[in-house]
């Protein structure tokens, strides 16, 4: 009932011909006196100074960050805690009325 109908390979119509043949080409190596030499990085008492600045601003957003975060997170939660206790007094007052 429920089968999967299998795909047909066609046939080919023409004879294939046969792979063209790949001669290897000659290969360069370079010796390791001969590579190019990277460039090394200097460090100077300007960029030194330049990146413990940039770090300690990195640091000071990143904190200022999470401490907002902190913040938001605790007023939310003094806030919903204020709306309950209103809530529960008022459910309270009612049952009381009845």
Do not use: F, N, Y
């Amino acid at each position: 009932m429920l089968r999967p109908k299998l795909p047909t390979m066609p046939t080919p119509t023409r004879p294939t011909a046969p792979p063209a043949v790949v001669e290897p080409t000659a290969v360069e190596r370079h010796s390791p006196a001969t590579a190019p030499a990277r460039p090394t990085v200097q460090l100077t008492p300007g960029t030194a100074l330049a990146l413990v600045g940039g770090g300690t601003a990195v640091v000071l957003v990143v904190g200022a960050v999470l401490v907002s975060m902190l913040l938001a997170v605790a007023v939310t939660a003094t806030s919903v805690a204020v709306c309950a206790l209103v809530i529960r007094s008022l459910v309270k007052a009612d049952v009381k009325r009845r």
